[in-house]
C-alpha cells in the first residue's frame, strides 16, 4: 500500500487515497480531498467516506466500537481499516485524526499503521485502544463491490 502523505487537515483524503492505491486504483489526493471536504482547511466526515466510495467504484460502510479484534479479523481477510483516532500534537493538543491500520504483531503486541502525517508507525496495543476509545472506535472499510460479503461476514 503506497503511503501517502496529508496537506493541512487532509488526513482523510490522504488515507482513503492509500486504500484506493491498496485497491489498484490510482488517485490524485488533491482531488480526493475537493470531494470529501467541504473546503480546504475543514476535516472529512466520516459520512464523507460513504457518500464517496461510488464515485470511485467502491463501497463503504461506517462502524463505531472498533477493537484489536475488528482490526485483526479485517486485516486478515485483506481488508484495511480506516479509523479515526486521536493524536496528540507537539503542543498537547487532541485532535481527531484518521489512520490507515494495515497489520499487526502479537508477538511484538503491535498494531502497524499508515499515519499521512507520521508515516509508518508501529503503535503498541495498549496504545492504539487508548486513542481509538477517545473516537468511540470509529472506522471505516472502503473496498470493491465484489468483497461486500466477506465484510458483512467478517465485520457485519
Not at 489498484?24 to 489526493?29: C, F, Q, R, S
Not at 484489536?68 to 485483506?78: D, F, H, P, Q, Y
Not at 507537539?90 to 511484538?108: E, K, T
Request: charge should be positive; hydrophobic fraction near 40%; aromatic fraction near 8%.
Amino acid at each position: 500500500m503506497p503511503l501517502v502523505r496529508q496537506t493541512y487537515n487532509a488526513c482523510g483524503p490522504a488515507s482513503l487515497t492509500q486504500v484506493l492505491g491498496y485497491f489498484g486504483l490510482k488517485v490524485n489526493m488533491a482531488d480526493v480531498s475537493r470531494q470529501t471536504r467541504p473546503t480546504e482547511r475543514s476535516y472529512m466526515s466520516a459520512q464523507a467516506i460513504v457518500r464517496f466510495a461510488p464515485q470511485v467504484g467502491m463501497e463503504a460502510r461506517l462502524y463505531s466500537g472498533g477493537n484489536l479484534n475488528t482490526v485483526k479479523a479485517a486485516i486478515r481477510s485483506g481488508l484495511p481499516v480506516i479509523a479515526l483516532q486521536s493524536h496528540i500534537t507537539a503542543a498537547g493538543q487532541v485532535i481527531p485524526h484518521w489512520r490507515v491500520l494495515v497489520g499487526y504483531n502479537d508477538q511484538s503486541g503491535q498494531v502497524y499503521i499508515m499515519d499521512p502525517l507520521l508515516g509508518y508507525v508501529a503503535m503498541r496495543y495498549s496504545d492504539m485502544a487508548r486513542v481509538w476509545a477517545d473516537q468511540h472506535g470509529q472506522f471505516a472499510l472502503m473496498y470493491p463491490p465484489k468483497l461486500a460479503t466477506t465484510v458483512k461476514k467478517v465485520i457485519g
